[in-house]
């Protein structure tokens, strides 16, 4: 028997903030670990006073009640009942108004969880909020009534050249050539919506994804009409980034995007074409069969496949429906990956993410369903809740999410990667830290190489599963020697092999691994290049295509280091294979440059047959529980950026890299910040440290050794440093065993000015230069870098102009070290 997916049913929940609600808070139905919730955050002032609107949408719910937890969720701060519950209006809404108690400590963020029955079941709303303990509020209603002022005037040229044309800073980097994408560098007459015919747009909902005194992150969800021969609807998506002083606001980042929805409809089918409009081809995920008879595509959250031969359309999966107006079922907080389509046109796929409607309402986890193009049915095979976040589900899901045969699906999940036997409704973990590994996959996603690259003894071999027998291979050198993992080369591995003799130290102590040979061997294990070069080394890859450049070093004997020399490239004979129907851009007239599919067969669009499958019922539970609350070794970081986690990783200088490029956010597994951007004083120093060690001469002693030393007993911890390292003991390793507690944070080529986040915290940070020597990082203002430097003698502590101390340590290789306490 099949059915329609049922409709949602779940209340939605919103904080007020002068009356207006804010960002729509989505219910959980299972039970939620809020250390693996970031959400939104909302701040409540002197009186820790909130209220809230629930949406009831034809429900009944009562016994009202809030917590508030600390964000690791250790500590349970308060439990309350709300009584102060309005009676349910003509619009179908109750109004929550409450208190929050005076334990909570000032301008710290905690958990705050709303709790309500709804038709005998228990729902949960979950944000953020912080006690600014004053009514300013970290300047919130300022830096809201911006925001949404910036918006609302983007579709009123004139007051838009008046009020906001100033806050831009468009040249020649911003990209005008599609309304797909607009950013603070786009010409002022794209970011007010260009030659657009914008019929209509909806209110915006406001989500407050990061939020400080200084410093706010804004996103904003609407849809827009867009007029034309036919008109259509997209999704736009707008992202602030601002900063607040009492003289004026500060636009520091603006970016928006516009995605239209697609429909299936037949205006939508060229004779050779399928027109997706205004749209991002990096956010349609495309996949075609093997003779380009059916493909599949996702759009905006919808999948879609289309059978060649037969003109039919189907649109397979999502939760929206144009049929219905229900704001529930555009929320967007879950992605579609295809997995597979066969030559009938039948495809697997996963769904991650928040459940919006259907039997998995209110949850989170992945799910796994094979469409079946002959009886046109959908059927679930399998459904992985989670008590994370559907941000890092999401972001889990993006990294793998691949089927080995018809009855094993392979996911991250924690730090392992499981096997779940779609079948048995089983699982079992099959590489064990797969986030502490290395590892690639080919663009085909039917094996995966990987090796433990946290110690130099995971440099003996590379292991290669092959996904649909889970058979295990190794790939090993010659004795006396080391490899490489680099990547695939369509369906070929790739890596280097290195000599124990050619490993040498840099200038910073840090070993160089200069690869002699790079080999690419295909699946049966057959070597199909083994490049050499007299005298030269590879030190890294970059494999594009059928093309991989090579990084190269000579060793100078001399100085006793490797030095930089001309890259080089390996070719393959192998042309790439452009598939039957490809995604791409085109340029058009009215809406600059849209995406499409284009067809390998022409269509008539007139003919063309629109299917909505229906959903295969079944009895019992296709639920799979999976126990990933074993801890791992690691620290694990997570990177936020907007509203969704870009990046999971365990290390810290590749979690910082991704933050701010982007100016995100870095949390730990316990929920704490460890990096964000802004909300600096105009200058800081760490006086303790200051007063301790300048005018005092250091030169003759390890500056290494002074600097950890300085560290330790600034925070209170005396240890033998020089007997330490005389024994072997890294740096890294020093702080880890002195300052138990502490997060100890290696920044190797990060940048300079991400490291003034903990100097604003009186947070010292060491850096290490080429010669070996160290210095501190021990405060700035808007000029100068202020500096501990072992080596000067009694003038140690001293002002460095902030460009010359960049360019510095740019050119010493950006080693940074410093540390977190939780």
């Known amino acids: 028997m099949t059915a329609k997916m049922s409709e949602a049913t779940l209340p939605t929940l919103s904080l007020l903030e002068d009356g207006k609600a804010l960002a729509t808070l989505y219910g959980y139905t299972q039970e939620m670990d809020v250390t693996h919730i970031h959400g939104t955050v909302f701040p409540t002032g002197a009186e820790r006073e909130i209220s809230a609107i629930m949406n009831l949408y034809g429900q009944e719910a009562d016994n009202f009640k809030f917590e508030v937890r600390t964000l690791d969720g250790s500590s349970l701060v308060e439990s309350t009942q709300i009584t102060d519950v309005s009676a349910k209006s003509a619009d179908d809404t109750v109004t929550l108004n409450f208190q929050i108690k005076d334990l909570i400590d000032v301008n710290k963020e905690y958990a705050l969880i709303i709790i309500a029955d709804v038709d005998g079941r228990s729902v949960r709303y979950i944000s953020r909020i912080v006690w600014t303990a004053d009514e300013e509020r970290y300047y919130f209603d300022e830096k809201l009534d911006f925001v949404r002022g910036f918006s609302q005037t983007t579709f009123d040229k004139e007051k838009a050249a008046q009020q906001i044309k100033t806050y831009l800073e468009s040249n020649s980097s911003?990209?005008?050539?599609?309304?797909?994408?607009?950013?603070?560098?786009?010409?002022?007459?794209?970011?007010?919506?260009?030659?657009?015919?914008?019929?209509?747009?909806?209110?915006?909902?406001?989500?407050?994804?990061?939020?400080?005194?200084q410093t706010g992150s804004f996103l904003l969800k609407y849809q827009v009409t867009v007029g034309g021969d036919k008109d259509f609807t997209c999704n736009v998506e707008e992202y602030f980034r601002i900063r607040y002083t009492k003289?004026?606001?500060?636009?520091?980042?603006?970016?928006?995007?516009?995605?239209?929805?697609?429909?299936?409809?037949?205006?939508?089918?060229?004779?050779?074409?399928?027109?997706?409009?205004?749209?991002?081809?990096?956010?349609?995920?495309?996949?075609?069969?093997?003779?380009?008879?059916?493909?599949?595509?996702?759009?905006?959250?919808?999948?879609?496949?289309?059978?060649?031969?037969?003109?039919?359309?189907?649109?397979?999966?999502?939760?929206?429906?144009?049929?219905?107006?229900?704001?529930?079922?555009?929320?967007?907080?879950?992605?579609?990956?295809?997995?597979?389509?066969?030559?009938?046109?039948?495809?697997?796929?996963?769904?991650?993410?928040?459940?919006?409607?259907?039997?998995?309402?209110?949850?989170?986890?992945?799910?796994?369903?094979?469409?079946?193009?002959?009886t046109n049915t959908v059927e679930e095979q399998v459904f992985i809740p989670s008590s994370q976040s559907e941000e890092i589900i999401m972001a889990y899901a993006s990294k793998i999410a691949t089927l080995g045969n018809s009855s094993?699906?392979?996911?991250?999940?924690?730090?392992?990667?499981?096997?779940?036997?779609?079948?048995?409704?089983?699982?079992?973990?099959?590489?064990?830290?797969?986030?502490?590994?290395?590892y690639e996959m080919p663009e085909s996603g039917e094996m995966i190489a990987w090796q433990d690259v946290t110690s130099r003894d995971g440099l003996k071999s590379i292991s290669v599963m092959n996904f649909a027998t889970q058979a295990v291979t190794s790939v090993e050198p010659e004795s006396g020697e080391y490899i490489i993992l680099l990547g695939y080369m369509d369906e070929d591995l790739v890596y280097g092999l290195v000599r124990e003799e050619d490993i040498h130290n840099d200038q910073m102590g840090n070993p160089v691994y200069a690869m002699y040979s790079i080999r690419i061997q295909d699946k049966e294990g057959r070597i199909l290049e083994n490049?050499?070069?007299?005298?030269?080394?590879?030190?890294?890859?970059?494999?594009?295509?059928?093309?991989?450049?090579?990084?190269?070093?000579?060793?100078?004997?001399?100085?006793?280091?490797?030095?930089?020399?001309?890259?080089?490239?390996?070719?393959?004979?192998?042309?790439?294979?452009?598939?039957?129907?490809?995604?791409?851009?085109?340029?058009t007239d009215t809406y600059k440059y849209t995406a499409q599919i284009s067809l390998k067969n022409s269509i008539t669009a007139s003919s063309l047959k629109v299917l909505t499958p229906s959903l295969t019922l079944y009895e019992g539970s296709r639920e799979v529980a999976v126990d990933n609350s074993e801890e791992t070794d690691n620290n694990i970081f997570f990177v936020y950026y907007k509203?969704?986690?870009?990046?999971?990783?365990?290390?810290?200088?590749?979690?910082?890299?991704?933050?701010?490029?982007?100016?995100?956010?870095?949390?730990?597994?316990?929920?704490?910040?460890?990096?964000?951007?802004?909300?600096?004083?105009?200058?800081?120093?760490?006086?303790?440290?200051?007063?301790?060690?300048?005018?005092?001469?250091?030169?003759?002693?390890?500056?290494?050794?002074?600097?950890?030393?300085?560290?330790?007993?600034?925070?209170?911890?005396?240890?033998?440093?020089?007997?330490?390292?005389?024994?072997?003991?890294?740096?890294?390793?020093?702080?880890?065993?002195?300052?138990?507690?502490?997060?100890?944070?290696?920044?190797?080529?990060?940048?300079?000015?991400?490291?003034?986040?903990?100097?604003?915290?009186?947070?010292?940070?060491?850096?290490?230069?080429?010669?070996?020597?160290?210095?501190?990082?021990?405060?700035?203002?808007?000029?100068?870098?202020?500096?501990?430097?072992?080596?000067?003698?009694?003038?140690?502590?001293?002002?460095?102009?902030?460009?010359?101390?960049?360019?510095?340590?740019?050119?010493?290789?950006?080693?940074?070290?410093?540390?977190?306490?939780?």
Not at 362 to 372: F, S, T
Not at 669 to 681: E, F, I, K, P, R
Not at 690 to 702: A, F, G, I, L
Not at 735 to 741: A, E
Request: hydrophobic share 35%.
């Open 408 to 438: 094993q699906f392979y996911m991250i999940l924690g730090s392992d990667l499981l096997a779940v036997d779609l079948e048995g409704r089983t699982y079992e973990p099959i590489i064990d830290n797969m986030l502490g590994c290395k």
């Open 174 to 213: 911003g990209d005008n050539s599609s309304y797909a994408k607009v950013n603070i560098n786009s010409s002022f007459d794209q970011v007010t919506w260009g030659d657009l015919e914008i019929k209509s747009h909806t209110e915006p909902e406001v989500l407050t994804v990061d939020l400080h005194e």
């Open 247 to 374: 003289d004026r606001i500060y636009l520091l980042n603006y970016e928006r995007t516009m995605n239209n929805i697609f429909m299936g409809d037949k205006s939508e089918f060229d004779s050779g074409a399928i027109d997706l409009k205004i749209a991002d081809t990096d956010n349609i995920e495309f996949t075609e069969n093997e003779g380009g008879s059916a493909f599949a595509f996702v759009s905006q959250g919808r999948l879609f496949s289309y059978n060649v031969t037969n003109n039919k359309l189907a649109y397979i999966f999502g939760f929206y429906d144009e049929a219905s107006d229900d704001p529930r079922c555009t929320h967007t907080d879950n992605s579609i990956k295809i997995l597979n389509i066969d030559e009938a046109g039948n495809v697997d796929f996963s769904v991650a993410g928040y459940m919006n409607r259907g039997i998995h309402e209110g949850k989170v986890g992945i799910a796994v369903y094979y469409y079946n193009a002959s």
């Open 643 to 822: 509203d969704k986690v870009i990046n999971i990783t365990v290390n810290s200088a590749d979690a910082l890299t991704d933050a701010y490029t982007c100016k995100g956010v870095v949390m730990d597994d316990s929920n704490d910040y460890v990096w964000y951007s802004g909300n600096l004083l105009t200058s800081n120093q760490i006086m303790s440290i200051t007063n301790n060690v300048e005018k005092t001469d250091y030169s003759s002693e390890n500056s290494t050794e002074v600097c950890l030393r300085a560290m330790l007993e600034f925070e209170g911890i005396n240890v033998d440093v020089g007997k330490m390292l005389e024994e072997g003991y890294t740096a890294e390793e020093i702080l880890k065993q002195s300052l138990p507690g502490a997060t100890i944070l290696e920044y190797d080529g990060c940048d300079m000015n991400a490291m003034l986040y903990y100097l604003n915290q009186d947070i010292p940070v060491m850096v290490r230069l080429s010669d070996g020597s160290s210095m501190l990082l021990i405060g700035f203002n808007t000029q100068n870098i202020v500096l501990f430097n072992p080596k000067k003698g009694t003038t140690n502590v001293y002002k460095n102009g902030m460009n010359d101390s960049y360019s510095l340590f740019e050119e010493n290789g950006n080693h940074f070290l410093t540390y977190l306490y939780k």
């Open 531 to 587: 490049y050499k070069s007299d005298g030269n080394y590879t030190v890294g890859t970059l494999i594009k295509d059928n093309q991989i450049i090579l990084s190269r070093v000579k060793w100078n004997e001399s100085t006793g280091f490797y030095e930089d020399t001309t890259q080089d490239q390996i070719m393959s004979t192998l042309e790439v294979e452009e598939g039957s129907n490809t995604l791409s851009y085109v340029n």
